[in-house]
């Protein structure tokens, strides 16, 4: 690994935002006395999604707030190519995995593309600040390479065609679809089945893998796609701040506020259906309960009413 050196220049302070602040509170908490060193990664990195990179101040506050030698919380963000020691792009910081199997796969051609089109030499913004790029060590996704990582997202079994559809969404503000860029689904064979297409699934040995199957038809039809409270615009005395919500960053808040979702209020409303609906077009399955979208627009929903 190559060394990593925090940049030489820095902002001369740092602080959490309220909402980040509480949230780093939280998370120290579920550690007993004496282990709060342990939130150290879950910290440095809230202050990367913050600021974009993590910063010598940044490092000098979660030490404080940990109690923890500055020397500690260096090494941490020294080691962890998950965490930028310099300012990166602000629509896309492109993480491409350099290892044997993607080098095999074409991650030599995905790298030329990030060198002409971002700047010629890794850890280098473009000319206009929005991208930058390096190459990192394995990735995991060995079966579906070439791959990149653009922030907490992969983008896999890239072509350079197919890579450079995914920099110009970017670049137009919208959020590409994650996972693999050549229609497969997550690791499945592309071509079909290649083991196992001996077993006979019909008749009796279908009938247990039928009976199974109800269950699962019953608890996807439970949460079957419903469309929430959509505004045409919107309200007057204003939209929430959606970035306020863990997970959402300025691209998820365009879309959302494209769809017609303008405020805590209406996620905080959101059914199990709701969210179903609001998946399917985001295409980051999973996102919205992850990251407890629920429970923190009710909590903003709440401030926002003078509750």
């Known amino acids: 690994m190559a060394v990593r050196r925090l940049a030489e220049t820095q902002p001369e302070s740092f602080a959490f935002s309220p909402d980040n602040h509480a949230w780093a509170e939280r998370e120290i908490a579920k550690f007993p006395e004496g282990r709060q060193a342990s939130a150290v990664i879950a910290l440095l990195w809230r202050a990367q999604e913050q600021e974009g990179w993590i910063t010598k101040p940044a490092i000098e506050q979660v030490a404080e707030m940990l109690s923890m030698p500055t020397i500690r919380v260096l090494e941490v963000a020294t080691f962890y190519t998950m965490f930028h020691l310099e300012p990166v792009g602000a629509k896309a910081h492109v993480q491409v995995c350099g290892t044997t199997p993607c080098m095999l796969r074409g991650a030599g051609d995905i790298i030329q593309v990030c060198r002409r089109r971002i700047h010629a030499e890794p850890h280098h913004r473009s000319a206009d600040g929005a991208f930058s790029w390096e190459e990192v060590e394995c990735l995991g996704a060995c079966v579906n390479a070439p791959m990149v990582q653009v922030f907490k997202d992969t983008y896999e079994d890239l072509t350079p065609e197919s890579f450079e559809a995914v920099l110009d969404a970017f670049d137009r503000g919208e959020m590409p679809i994650p996972g693999p860029q050549n229609g497969r689904r997550h690791s499945v064979p592309i071509n079909g089945l290649t083991s196992l297409t001996e077993i006979d699934y019909s008749d009796a040995a279908a009938k247990p893998m039928a009976a199974s199957a109800e269950p699962a038809e019953a608890e996807a039809a439970s949460v079957a796609e419903a469309e929430p409270e959509l505004l045409a615009a919107a309200p007057e005395e204003g939209a929430d701040d959606l970035q306020r ?37 985001l295409k980051f399955k999973g996102r919205i309960d992850r990251d407890d979208w629920l429970g923190q627009a009710r909590r903003f929903a709440a401030e926002t009413s003078g509750k």
Do not use: C, H, K
């Open 245 to 281: 919500i863990s997970g959402v960053g300025p691209n998820l808040e365009s879309l959302l506020n494209a769809m017609g979702i303008y405020t805590f209020a209406q996620i905080a409303a959101w059914t199990p259906q709701n969210i179903a609906w609001v998946d399917n077009r």
